[in-house]
């Protein structure tokens, strides 16, 4: 290829290197070292084309600043738990605002269908909930507390089990997005369904006004994860599905390792909520302004952290 046409064909991208290094702006280790990457490359052809050119001497110096520009960067590793929640995580979630939109709905659908199948079916609560737990939520309501079943046991085994099982939940709503997005789908239209059936069982029971305060004292966050799980399972189902201008393995590695991240970013919101259900919500008849604050705070966290600050960042230019 001849200088000129190697110029015109990489001119653009060298420029944005230039803007990338220039911005006042701290840019993004991924993305320096993506840079670093494609600049050495261009570099190494150059070297071996036109080792005397200015071209060469250009694309040396270029990548000598990317380079210093990594390693300044370096700092952040010690501060990397930081950033991770700071920035890292935020941009991915911003990435991942369609696929998160797509786990709301289909969450949503199956739990209408759930309250109407349970509305006009006696015998779908039992399909979906189980005999064993319909039973005794109902020896509950006789005896005056209809979710006594969140004081069944020691707050501490309470806490243990109940968050180590959230976790799992989120990690297979995450894993079942490989088979092509459908397992995260039908795994997220699952947990909608039993909850619109749990929720119009305790209305048919004329309970939900007691119930539902309490439930969702803990559900706020847990069923909020839940679906922000779901966008890390179509994340990475996509990646697979629509890999663009990489190849379909590059594309599914880079899918997989986004969803990940919001998977791990998942576990302290998991750890709240499980400590909200173990130590909280079994004081089912403690005063309504104090349940009301509970959920109004968790919707609010689960609300911003996900959606509103991820989208202010990018309004600012901070990923």
């Known amino acids: 290829m001849k200088e000129a046409a190697f110029i015109r064909q990489n001119k653009t991208r060298w420029e944005e290197f230039e803007k990338v290094i220039k911005s006042n702006q701290q840019a993004h280790p991924d993305k320096l070292a993506e840079l670093f990457i494609q600049v050495t490359d261009d570099l190494s052809f150059a070297r071996t084309q036109y080792p005397e050119s200015r071209t060469t001497r250009y694309l040396n110096d270029l990548a000598s600043k990317v380079h210093l520009d990594i390693y300044k960067n370096k700092q952040e590793d010690k501060n990397r738990f930081i950033t991770f929640w700071r920035s890292e995580l935020p941009a991915v979630m911003y990435e991942a605002r369609k696929p998160l939109l797509y786990s709301l709905i289909i969450f ?177 008849f403690m005063p309504l302004s104090i349940k009301v604050l509970i959920i109004g705070l968790s919707a609010i966290l689960m609300v911003y952290y996900f959606v509103i600050y991820p989208i202010r960042l990018k309004r600012y230019g901070k990923f």
Request: glycine share 12%; hydrophobic share 50%; aromatic share 16%.
């Open 108 to 284: 949503l659908v199956a739990g209408i269908m759930g309250a109407v199948s349970a509305r006009y079916d006696d015998t779908f609560v039992r399909l979906i909930l189980g005999d064993g737990y319909v039973n005794m939520t109902l020896e509950n309501i006789k005896n005056g507390n209809p979710t006594k079943v969140y004081a069944s046991e020691s707050e501490l085994m309470m806490f243990f089990s109940i968050t180590w099982n959230n976790i799992l939940v989120a990690f297979r709503v995450f894993v079942f997005g490989f088979f092509a997005s459908l397992g995260t789908g039908l795994y997220i239209f699952f947990n909608g369904l039993m909850v619109g059936a749990f929720i119009m069982f305790f209305f048919q029971e004329q309970q939900l006004s007691q119930a539902l305060p309490v439930i969702m004292l803990h559900g706020t966050i847990e069923l909020s994860s839940i679906v922000v799980a779901g966008a890390a399972g179509f994340t990475m189902g996509n990646s697979l599905l629509f890999p663009g201008t990489y190849s379909r393995l590059d594309s599914f590695k880079k899918g997989g390792v986004k969803g990940l991240k919001i998977v791990m970013g998942l576990v302290p919101f998991f750890i709240l909520a499980g400590f909200i259900e173990s130590f909280i919500t079994r004081y089912a």
